[in-house]
């Protein structure tokens, strides 16, 4: 088992910066790769970026990429979502995932493919 706890969201105008943390405990914690994943009001969940404790994999949705960062801190167990540069259309909630099928490791990968989620927290960009 795997336990996710997001924190950092909250209200920002275009143009400005937030950080996410979230915090993972668990046994098997260091055998998953970490992601975040994003679900704005009527839309699917949608992939935001992955990254390994090995520092080994890191990806991006194209939707992010120069502005958003994944991160990790191997001693707090904790990945971080720096975003940088927001947009009203990054507005939504913010999920945490873990997930240790071969796919998560390659790539974007679909929500279905990750095991354990956080409770997810809330970003609004004002524009």
């Known amino acids: 088992q795997v336990q996710l706890v997001e924190s950092g969201g909250g209200l920002v105008q275009a143009g400005g910066s937030l950080r996410l943390s979230c915090a993972a405990s668990?046994?098997?914690?260091?055998?998953?790769?970490m992601g975040w994943f994003r679900q704005a009001p009527g839309k699917e969940r949608e992939f935001v970026a992955v990254?390994?404790?090995?520092?080994?994999?890191?990806y991006y949705a194209d939707s992010v990429k120069g502005r958003f960062t994944i991160s990790r801190d191997n001693a707090k167990i904790t990945v971080y979502l720096q975003m940088n540069s927001l947009k009203p259309e990054d507005t939504a909630v913010y999920y945490c995932a873990a997930g240790s099928r071969q796919l998560v490791f390659q790539g974007p990968a679909a929500a279905d493919e990750y095991d354990y989620w956080g409770q997810g927290t809330q970003v609004t960009v004002s524009s």
């Open positions: 990254t390994s404790w090995s520092g080994g994999t890191t």
């Open positions: 668990g046994r098997t914690v260091s055998r998953h790769a």
